[in-house]
């Protein structure tokens, strides 16, 4: 699939919903906080699980690492990769953005998404999921 081209066109039914959360939500990993937000996306997706994406200036980016890890979605676009450092450990790959998503997506440009399953998640407010 050529860069810059989706899907979309040959899969009318499948969607990717962008919805603005404002409860606050917060990431944390090894006991320290790496995101907290009342900015968050939740965004639904055909047969996939909700992923709640944050600003990119709600993530404290210090503690991750770029990696050359790269997928590609042919609903969203190209994705790249951090691992989380801490002092105790470290989570591989662990997040995630779109840094030049398709025009469909276009609102998850400067927001990047944790795996549920390597983070722990607070939702003071109650859960948007």
């Known amino acids: 699939m050529p860069k810059g ?3 979309y066109h040959k899969v009318p039914g499948y969607r990717v919903e ?5 409860l606050p939500v917060r990431v944390r990993f090894a006991g320290e906080v790496l995101a907290e937000s009342r900015r968050a996306l939740l965004v639904r997706e ?9 600003p990119r200036e709600d993530v404290r980016l ?3 690492a770029r990696t050359d890890h ?3 979605c042919p609903f969203k676009g190209e994705a790249s990769y951090w691992t989380i450092q801490s002092a105790e450990r470290a989570a591989e790959n662990a997040v995630w953005t779109y ?5 469909e997506v ?23 999921l």
């Open 106 to 128: 276009a609102g998850l440009k400067d927001f990047v998404a944790f795996y549920a399953d390597r983070v722990d998640w607070e939702f003071p407010e109650g859960s948007p």
């Open 18 to 22: 962008l919805e603005p959360i404002a």
């Open 70 to 72: 790269r997928t590609t």
């Open 99 to 103: 840094e030049d998503p398709f025009p």
């Open 62 to 64: 210090e503690r991750l």
């Open 46 to 54: 055909t047969r996939h699980d909700p992923v709640l994406y944050f």
């Open 5 to 7: 081209e989706s899907l």
